[in-house]
């Protein structure tokens, strides 16, 4: 059964930094492309960005290019999303995303 349990939100003050990570099980990890998506009070769930099963292949939508970098260590089947520099505009809940699934998600809030 593939299970996806993301962790690392938290409140932060906006310019502030978050690593949030996503511990996958139930399938090769390393072979699957892997996206975290957020969904904003009263929105429609964004993509933010994904990986190729390597790692070589990385994109980012625009909204969070430049801050936001997303990596693997494919030993651990892990998942991170590093966020620096955050803005009000990120408040969301984080979800990552492979084969098909979704985790719980873990809340972010950018906040002073």
């Known amino acids: 059964e593939v299970q996806l349990v993301e962790s690392g939100g938290g409140l932060v003050q906006p310019g502030g930094s978050l690593r949030l990570s996503c511990v996958a099980s139930?399938?090769?990890?390393?072979?699957?492309?892997m996206s975290w998506v957020r969904q904003a009070p009263g929105k429609g769930v964004e993509w933010v960005s994904f990986s190729t099963g390597d790692g070589a292949t990385t994109r980012y939508a625009d909204s969070v290019k430049g801050r936001f970098a997303i990596s693997r260590d494919n030993a651990k089947s892990t998942l991170y999303l590093q966020m620096n520099n955050l803005k009000s505009e990120d408040t969301a809940v984080y979800y990552c995303?492979?084969?098909?699934?979704r985790g719980q998600g873990t809340q972010v809030t950018v906040s002073s």
């Open positions: 139930g399938f090769t990890f390393r072979n699957a492309v």
């Open positions: 995303e492979g084969m098909g699934r």
